[in-house]
């Protein structure tokens, strides 16, 4: 990652509260896959360590990047900056556009577009 790019997505998550929190028990393998289910839905996340001494921040950063492919941003006390590119989902394919139940157009312009002439309720 370029120190420009690194520049950037740091002054994107400027603004960003810690979505997942690893806690005295560490970094487990349910930690890990909810870090894993974030970066897919965000990109750019914040992680907080709470209880986790200072050398082990580091080894704990190093990781969730190693096990998880992301890239690390920032690392600022008990947060963490991480980013992984968003997979490119296959584009959907496009449904044709459903028909409506009834036999006739909803309204004036759909009926002139169609062609047809609406009925008239009968009087009640």
Do not use: F, Y
Request: proline letters at 9%; one cysteine or more; charged letters at 30%.
């Amino acid at each position: 990652m370029t120190p420009l790019r690194r520049r950037e997505l740091r002054a994107a998550a400027h603004h960003l509260h810690p979505l997942v929190t690893v806690a005295q028990k560490g970094l487990s393998p349910a930690v890990l896959a909810e870090i894993d289910r974030t970066l897919k839905a965000h990109e750019l996340i914040k992680v907080k360590l709470q209880g986790i001494e200072r050398g082990e921040r580091d080894a704990i950063l190093a990781e969730v990047c190693r096990e998880l492919g992301c890239d690390p941003v920032q690392h600022i006390g008990n947060i963490l900056v991480l980013w992984r590119e968003k997979p490119a989902e296959p584009a959907a394919a496009a449904a044709p556009p459903r028909e409506r139940k009834g036999s006739m157009p909803r309204t004036k312009k759909e009926a002139a577009a169609a062609g047809e002439r609406r009925r008239r309720r009968p009087p009640a």
